[in-house]
């Protein structure tokens, strides 16, 4: 949800509408005191009839009776053509409903763009939410949008096929659009989806304008620039470009990867669904429907998504609360070929996405822990040498390693010329050298008795050295964020 297509859409009538209320044609041959009382009384009816919506809506079922007034706002693309036919089964009634972020730079989203001159869309965020079929439970599951994947082969809005191959999970989106990223995401989970939601930028803050802001909390202050983000520390509550930044933002609330913003991301998310679930957003017809126009104003949807798959959805979800909603993120480990890519764990992966599609409990974590437990990267005293590696990259080692939590030494000390990286280490600090070499792995462990006992040299030489992708903390899959959690916590 950062970063979500806008479209504000004309608005189109229902077929059949003769007039711009909506109701009888007017007949050439009408007297004029005919045509204003006719007039009149269809405006009588149309705000009898808003009228009576509200007081559906307070009784919980009140998307039927404002559909015409909101539907037409809602962007809406055709979707089965591109799927294709070989899908995966359907298993059971639950609903599963792909969100996707989309960060175009389009109409009123140029602006975050302009600096940097990007062009074009992609899926900044994708989560598939599955609802289950007795509308009880809810699951929200991330897919880093730095994952290596399988694309499959994808039939283009517009006409025109893009070939099958390997790559960004976010890159499915620019090649053909949110159609490319629900077939993929299809393919490799082998869970039916049933509809899709994209929101963009201007959408996103739209929205949280309409809840009136959504609580957060930091734990420092934050002053960043690049995400139009400053935020004094602690408990608050944000809106537009604020609430934006704050799921934007990579570095100063994160190290630069893609899984802390995603876990951000779900606790803001897990906010959104809190404030809903607990306030008289969902009770108060007049919030209700002010939520609902920005939110129709905001998403494109594929065409099914209607009025009868609407109702039901508002049906089922009457009664739900914040503690029957949970997210997770889909198990990842490191990408070998580039430290800033993830690929997807398979053997975690696997049982969290058949507990999807049966609707059964998600896996739980293995509770076996590794016979020698390393130590946490701040146990980790590390003093960098320079033995011929590029000044910039060892700088940057330094700063992304500090980031990571490793105690590392200001000072880089010079070394005798090397053509490979080294983490040398004693006996007595052996721990500290395993820790370290997870998040350095191509830097070869090598004992030195010279080396003091309590810390370890990460020498840097020609060759140079590459870190890990960030440790994948969210791959436990009984941990996750719940809508009912303390935000401070």
């Known amino acids: 949800m950062s970063e979500m297509n806008d479209d504000d859409a004309s ?16 007949q050439a041959d009408e007297a004029p005191a005919a045509r204003k009382q006719r007039s009149r009384r269809q405006k009588i009816i149309r705000r009898t009839a808003l009228g009576a919506a509200a007081l559906v809506l307070l009784t919980g079922g009140g998307i039927v009776g404002l559909y015409y007034d909101l539907m037409g706002n809602i962007d809406q693309k055709s979707a089965k053509d591109q799927l294709g036919s070989n899908r995966p089964k359907k298993l059971n009634k639950s609903l599963n409903i792909l969100l996707l972020g989309s960060d175009t730079r389009d109409g009123d989203n140029a602006r975050y763009g302009a600096a940097a001159g990007l062009t074009g869309a992609r899926s900044d965020t994708a989560i598939l939410l599955h609802l289950s079929p007795n509308r009880d439970q809810a699951v929200g599951v991330s ?129 959104v669904v809190n404030k809903a679930t607990s306030t ?12 609902l126009k920005a939110m129709t104003k905001s998403v494109t949807t594929d065409d099914e998504l209607d009025l009868s798959t609407m109702k039901k959805l508002a049906d089922g979800l009457k009664g739900m609360n914040a503690g029957q909603v949970r997210f997770v993120t889909v198990p990842v480990e490191g990408y070998a070929p580039d430290p800033n890519r993830v690929q997807w764990d398979t053997k975690l992966a696997k049982p969290l996405f058949e507990a999807i599609r049966q609707d059964s409990d998600l896996p739980a974590e293995p509770t076996k822990k590794p016979e020698h437990e390393l130590p946490k990267p701040e146990k980790v005293k590390v003093t960098v040498v320079d033995a011929g590696g590029k000044k910039q990259l060892i700088d940057r080692i330094v700063t992304n390693l500090s980031r990571r939590g490793f105690d590392v030494a200001k000072k880089v000390e010079k070394g005798a010329p090397s053509a490979n990286s080294l983490i040398t280490y004693t006996g007595a600090a052996e721990g500290q050298a395993s820790a370290l070499a997870q998040a350095v792995p191509d830097a070869l462990l090598t004992p030195d008795a010279t080396v003091p006992a309590d810390g370890v040299r990460l020498v840097i030489g020609e060759k140079g050295v590459h870190l890990s992708a960030p440790p994948a903390a969210l791959n436990k899959i009984t941990g996750g964020v719940k809508a009912d959690q303390n935000l401070c916590k």
């Not at 077929?15 to 909506?22: E, I, K, L, R, V």
């Not at 960004?168 to 899709?196: R, S, V």
């Not at 400053?230 to 609330?253: E, F, I």
């Open 143 to 271: 897919f880093p949008r730095d994952s290596m994947v399988q694309i499959p082969s994808c039939k283009k809005e517009k006409g025109g096929t893009v070939p099958a191959q390997f790559g960004m999970l976010n890159a499915a989106f620019a090649y053909a659009g949110p159609t490319c990223t629900w077939k993929t995401l299809e393919t490799l989970t082998g869970i039916h989806i049933d509809h899709f939601v994209q929101v963009d930028f201007s959408g996103f803050k739209r929205m949280v304008d309409a809840l009136d802001g959504v609580e957060i909390c930091v734990d420092k202050p934050v002053n960043d620039p690049r995400a139009e983000l400053n935020l004094p520390a602690g408990k608050q509550t944000v809106r537009g470009d604020q609430a934006l930044g704050y799921v934007r933002a990579r570095y100063s609330l994160g190290d630069g990867g893609d899984l802390g913003r995603i876990e951000r991301q779900q606790k803001f998310m897990a906010s």
């Open 11 to 26: 608005g189109a009538k229902p077929a059949g509408s003769g007039t711009p209320d909506g109701g009888a044609p007017v």
């Open 280 to 291: 008289s957003v969902l009770t108060d017809p007049a919030k209700t429907y002010k939520f």
